[in-house]
Nanobody
Framework: EVQLVESGGGLVQPGGSLRLSCLAS????????MSWVRQAPGKGLEWISS????????SYEDSVKGRFTISRDNAKNTLYLQMNSLTPEDTAVYYC??????????????????RGQGTHVTVSS
C-alpha cells in the first residue's frame, strides 16, 4: 500500500523559509517520479513542482520558480520541498503525490495521483 507522509509545515513570517518532507513507503520510491501540490483555503488543488525518479531537471509552477526547490533522497525514500521567500499567498495545505512511472507528466494529470494527508503551511506576521 502506497503511503506518503508529509511533515515540516507550520507558521512562518513573510520572507521566511520552511523545508517540507514527504516520507514514502509501500512502493519502490526510486522508480517513481514525484510532485508537490497545494490547496489554499477555499481554493482547488494547485500543482507546484515535479521531479523524475532519478532527479534531473525539475519543473516548477511560475509563481514558485526561483523560490522553491524540489529534491529527493532516494536512499531515504524522502521527497523535499525547500521554500524560501514565503508570502501569505503560499498559505496552503501541501501534499506530495506519486506518479505511475519514472517520468512526470503534465501538471493537469497530477490531481488524480495518490497523495498524503498533507502538511499545513501558514505564512503570516
Amino acid at each position: 500500500e502506497v503511503q506518503l507522509v508529509e511533515s515540516g509545515g507550520g507558521l512562518v513570517q513573510p520572507g521566511g523559509s520552511l523545508r517540507l518532507s514527504c516520507l514514502a513507503s509501500g512502493f519502490t520510491f526510486v522508480r517513481y517520479a514525484m510532485s508537490w501540490v497545494r490547496q489554499a483555503p477555499g481554493k482547488g488543488l494547485e500543482w507546484i513542482s515535479s521531479i523524475n525518479s532519478g532527479g534531473g531537471p525539475p519543473s516548477y509552477e511560475d509563481s514558485v520558480k526561483g523560490r522553491f526547490t524540489i529534491s529527493r533522497d532516494n536512499a531515504k525514500n524522502t521527497l523535499y520541498l525547500q521554500m524560501n521567500s514565503l508570502t501569505p499567498e503560499d498559505t496552503a495545505v501541501y501534499y506530495c503525490a506519486k506518479w505511475n512511472g519514472a517520468l512526470f507528466g503534465s501538471y493537469r494529470d497530477v490531481y488524480g495521483l495518490p497523495r498524503g494527508q498533507g502538511t499545513h503551511v501558514t505564512v503570516s506576521s
